[in-house]
């Protein structure tokens, strides 16, 4: 039989092997801000702590290691001649500000007017996670997902509409819970012709309600 518990994340609590990949500065670097929120790091519950939060690190802002570019090189032509809106709803995404490192929860809506070729859709959910699994601003966010798909895929019109919760506002300051902070980056013809926009801000439900 094992000789470690196990959390309800599953992961073996044998601290020393798991954690000897992470620097050891880091994992003080979460002990010293366990000790400036008022615990001790030593405790039994906490003792592991330190290497979950690196872990943890890891997986919120594996963006980094990646490009999200890399998800639109491989494109599609036998689309049999469909040039109308190809749009993506509700891809939901966590990502982290960069004041505070509380979560941005939401959803991004991605549509691209295509020229002659398209993606596969899973492939604009990774770009979008490429770009939200790292330090953010939702304003950013949002320019960086519409940029990439205009780079990867030149076609006649990109529009991406991020909708998201911030815990920097609900969780601490203002302590706000309930507001939706919208953005939108509208490329090409969503930009330049007002029909056009309109139809795809309709496609994506904003505003309807």
Known sequence: MADYHTHDDDEPL??????????????????????????DPTREGLIDTP??????YKEYFKGYSENPLHHLTRTFDEVGGYDEIVLLRDIRFQSHC???????????HIAYLPTTRVVGISKLARVAMGYAKRLQVQERLTAEIADAIQEGLHPRGVAVVV????ACMSARGVLTSGVTMT???MMGVFREDDRS?????????????
């Open 163 to 166: 909708e998201a919760t911030h």
């Open 51 to 56: 290497g979950r939060v690196a872990r943890a």
């Open 197 to 209: 926009r309109k139809e795809v801000l309709a496609l994506m439900k904003i505003g309807s309600n």
């Open 14 to 39: 044998t601290g020393e092997d798991r954690d000897a990949a992470i620097p050891a500065d880091v994992l003080e670097a979460v002990r010293t801000l366990i000790r400036w929120a008022g615990d």
């Open 98 to 108: 960069e004041h505070h490192m509380a979560p941005i929860i939401g959803k991004v």
């Open 183 to 185: 953005t939108s980056r």
